[in-house]
């Protein structure tokens, strides 16, 4: 049995994608802007001896297989148009490949080992490791994908238009009115990455902006920036683990994009100790990737703990908001900012496109594969509803259970402009 016949049992022709193998067969239309090719027998290997996504992934990361044309567009063509495919005919597959197909390669050095050789669950040194297993590839990696802000978040776009940079921008300009920031609040960010939340507070609010991030290169980055930006009087990133921070009494806390990994059994801890944090009448703005629904197993699957996120879990929007409403903060407002990160994805994946032999020269082919594959299927996560992005609002009541939330929010009309930044920075020097 040639390749392109299993291809044809497997996917739809309405797929509309193109097929190649090295054993010279192919299927579908050959002059389609998408194209899958086998390149190697290794391919088949990866796939047969582990069945799913993961073989897959292992045989896209180290080329043996190619997607040609944008890989976005062929997730969608070729998740949608996959047939099923019963046991018997699943059997007849495999004996027509031969034993040669059974043969395991090794997987690629970039794969993380599987969760039941990484010691406990969400203690401090395995989550520092999966911490530095995402995030120290390399800070000029990151800001190939990411661009300038290096806002590694869902941004928010004001319009269908708006640039990257804007909609990150916008993205932080957002947390800092809801969780009504003033001149001279302290704000502490958890899981700040390389700073940007803290730097725009600091910049734009007048703020005393405190943030923290396992990955020490994000530290780093962040230290140099705030000093390039003259804010070192009022910002500040440091190395380490949030449940380290000692410091309490700041008016509000943000967190933006570290809910994620957390883990399901930890929540009501993590905001209990977020709680004890923040001034009564406080606010935290969780900002947060969700399952679509609580039903969903809140794990990640076999692609995205090996290879991107080790350990990362997603919960359903309604388990978040449990939780969080159970353990120190009223929950106030929520929104779904999902399309906002399909727009995200599709900004950072263009970025990785243009920038992409920079890219492997800095992290290597199979590091930009990975980040290839990861926010191309990411982006189809959210085109399809399958994953979310959530920003929940929570305050914690003083005695007197007064809110100090308007009666209505308007985010529009607590805007604060750039441009007035100077000003409130004075202000603050003022009552020094």
């Not at 879990?313 to 159970?326: C, K, N, Q, R, V």
Request: with cysteine; aromatic share 8%; glycine share 8%.
């Amino acid at each position: 049995m040639r390749l392109a016949e299993i291809y044809e049992r497997i996917v739809d022709e309405k797929a509309g994608v193109g097929f190649r193998a090295y054993d010279d067969s192919t299927a579908g239309p050959m002059d389609a802007e998408m194209l899958l090719e086998v390149r190697r027998p290794e391919a088949i290997a990866y796939i047969a001896t582990a069945p799913g996504e993961l073989g897959l992934v292992r045989a896209y990361v180290t080329g043996a297989l190619e997607i040609h044309g944008d890989i976005h567009t062929a997730i969608h063509a070729l998740v949608t148009h996959v047939k099923p495919v019963p046991w018997s005919e699943r059997l007849a597959i495999l004996r027509a490949l031969g034993v040669r197909a059974l043969r395991r390669p090794a997987p690629p050095a970039e794969e993380a080992p599987p969760p039941w050789r990484r010691g406990l669950r969400h203690s401090k040194e395995r989550d520092a490791a999966a911490i530095s297993h995402h995030y120290d590839v390399s800070n000029r990696f990151y800001e190939i994908v990411l661009g300038p802000s290096m806002a590694y978040t869902c941004a928010v776009f004001p319009r269908e238009a708006a640039t990257l940079e804007e909609a990150q921008y916008e993205k932080f300009d957002l947390v800092c009115r809801k969780i009504g920031l003033e001149p001279g609040d302290r704000l502490l960010d958890v899981g700040c990455g390389w700073g940007g939340m803290v730097m725009h507070a600091a910049e734009h609010y007048g703020v005393e902006a405190f943030g923290v991030t396992l990955s020490r290169a994000q530290a780093e980055w962040a230290q140099r920036a705030i000093a390039e930006r003259g804010l070192s009087d009022s910002a500040e990133v440091r190395f380490g683990d949030y449940r380290d921070v000692t410091e309490t009494g700041f008016d509000a806390v943000s967190s933006i994009g570290l809910t994620e990994h957390i883990g399901a059994k930890n929540l009501g801890a993590y905001f209990s100790f977020l709680s004890r944090k923040v001034k009564p009448g406080g606010r935290l703005l969780n900002h947060t990737i969700t399952r679509a629904s609580n039903h969903q197993d809140h794990r990640a699957g076999k692609f995205i703990d090996r290879y991107v996120f080790p350990d990362g879990e997603l919960e359903g929007p309604g388990t978040i908001a449990s939780a969080m409403h159970d353990n120190g903060f009223e929950l106030r407002h929520e929104e779904n900012l999902r399309e906002h990160y399909a727009m995200t994805l599709r900004e950072w994946g263009a970025n990785l496109e243009r920038g992409w032999n920079e890219a492997v020269a800095e992290a290597g082919e199979h590091k930009a594969r990975i980040w290839r594959l990861y926010m191309a299927s990411s982006r189809f996560g959210f085109d399809r509803n399958t994953i979310e992005l959530h920003q929940f609002l929570g305050v914690r009541l003083p005695e007197d259970a007064r809110s100090g939330m308007p009666l209505r929010p308007d985010w529009e009309s607590v805007r604060r402009p750039a441009e007035d930044a100077g000003e409130r920075r004075s202000a603050v020097a003022a009552t020094d």
